[in-house]
């Protein structure tokens, strides 16, 4: 039998990085699902079209009327002051 040598070693094989780059579609989808996201809590914390209060009172003269007959009222002649 004959042997065979080898004079130069042999080199391991570079090794295959297993890490993926994300899609550009997945990057593009994150990005949509970011942007409506920061849209709806800015939506909920600044709405423009609506006015709150915790404390609002009403201040108005208001009396009972009552009839001092049976039947309909049909209208009551006052004047305010």
């Known amino acids: 039998m004959t042997t065979v ?16 780059a ?6 593009i989808v994150a990005g949509a699902a970011i942007v ?10 600044l709405p423009a079209s609506s006015v709150s209060t ?8 208001s009396t009972i009327v009552a009839p001092k007959v049976h039947g309909l009222v049909s209208a009551i002649l006052v004047r305010d002051n």
């Open 5 to 20: 040598t080898f004079e130069e070693p042999i080199a391991a094989p570079a090794k295959v990085s297993r890490v993926r």
């Open 22 to 27: 994300l899609p550009k579609r997945a990057l």
């Open 36 to 45: 409506l996201a920061a849209l709806g809590v800015w939506w909920i914390a």
């Open 54 to 61: 915790d404390d609002a009172y009403l201040k108005a003269d």
